[in-house]
């Protein structure tokens, strides 16, 4: 990285902001990069290290929790001219086990706090967490899937539409086993049944989905519209003649859709397996 090839962004933000928010890829005016230490009758120009609020997905958090450094991040002071590269380490301070780590570039101004910074990457990637329920609906494919949403996350339109695609394509299946599964549960007929377990064996995803438009329970619906049909219908608009800005609305799309999904069919089981939770303690106290 050179001085003369770079823009910033000139409004200044906050470093947690800026670590939190900002995808990577672009160098950014921050109003607090610098901590200062006075030792040694000297003043020492280190990185910030503020607290941040992350996701966390292990077991114990699942939700939004502080993250704190990992030691310090000094692995030499910071420059004025030039950019110092360097790796920061920040630990969930709940469950001390996930960590998320930053690579960047590093710029203080020849005076006060404020300077540059770039971010290179991170680890787990830049982006808004994915639902646990939605990774478990597509299973075997969750590579897949988080290399489309790093797409994405970054603005790649047809990369993020042909992933989702080969994703819902690729685990027809195992989405037409969760709906047999909720269809069971509230004792659909043997034709609805049937007419599922026919479009398993429907090797094309659009005859297949074609198939089975009225035997997705009503609890599934979303706003009144069969999820599959309009995941079939963003899928079917294909790449042909789409720019990039298109197949990155259309695979948003189909994400949101494919999540609100998968909340769906985990609540409808969820609720039949409270169901028989609560009728089994009252049979048992009856006794």
């Known amino acids: 990285m050179t001085d003369e090839k770079i823009e910033v962004h000139q409004e200044p933000r906050a470093l947690s902001d800026f670590l939190e928010s900002t995808p990577p890829g672009s160098v950014t005016r921050i109003k607090d990069l610098i901590q200062i230490e ?3 009758q000297a003043d020492w120009y280190w990185i910030g290290a503020p607290e941040l609020h992350l996701h966390c997905p292990h077991d114990r958090c699942n939700g939004m929790r502080v993250f704190r ?3 310090p991040p ?3 002071e910071v420059p004025t001219q030039g950019f110092q590269f360097l790796f920061v380490e920040y630990l969930c301070s709940n469950c001390t086990d996930t960590a998320k780590t930053f690579s960047l570039a590093i710029r203080r101004d020849e005076s006060g706090i404020s300077g540059d910074a770039y971010k290179f990457g991170e680890l787990p990637a830049f982006g808004p967490p994915t639902a646990a329920r939605l990774m478990k609906l597509i299973g075997p494919d969750r590579e897949l899937f988080l290399r489309g949403r790093r797409s994405e996350n970054l603005g790649f339109g047809i990369g993020a539409f042909v992933y989702y695609r080969r994703v819902i394509e690729g685990q027809k299946n195992r989405i037409i086993d969760e709906i047999i599964k909720v269809s069971t549960k509230i004792g659909a007929s043997q034709e609805i049944m049937d007419s599922l377990a026919a479009a398993k064996n429907e090797t094309q995803f659009s005859k297949a989905i074609e198939s089975i438009k009225p035997a997705v329970p009503q ?3 979303i706003n009144g519209h069969n999820p599959l ?6 899928l079917s608009e294909g790449l ?3 720019t990039d ?3 990155l609305e259309l695979a948003t799309s189909v994400r949101v859709v494919l999540a609100e999904l998968s909340e769906r069919l ?3 089981l969820k609720d039949e397996a409270e169901l028989n939770k609560a009728l089994s303690r009252l049979i048992q106290a009856k006794r």
Not at 229 to 234: E, F, I, R
């Open 240 to 242: 042909h003649a789409q």
């Open 219 to 221: 609890a599934l619906l």
């Open 69 to 71: 450094v990992k030691g």
């Open 245 to 247: 800005e298109a197949c």
């Open 266 to 268: 985990a609540q409808s």
């Open 38 to 40: 006075h030792k040694n």
């Open 229 to 234: 049909t309009l995941l079939h219908s963003a």
């Open 74 to 76: 000094r692995s030499k």
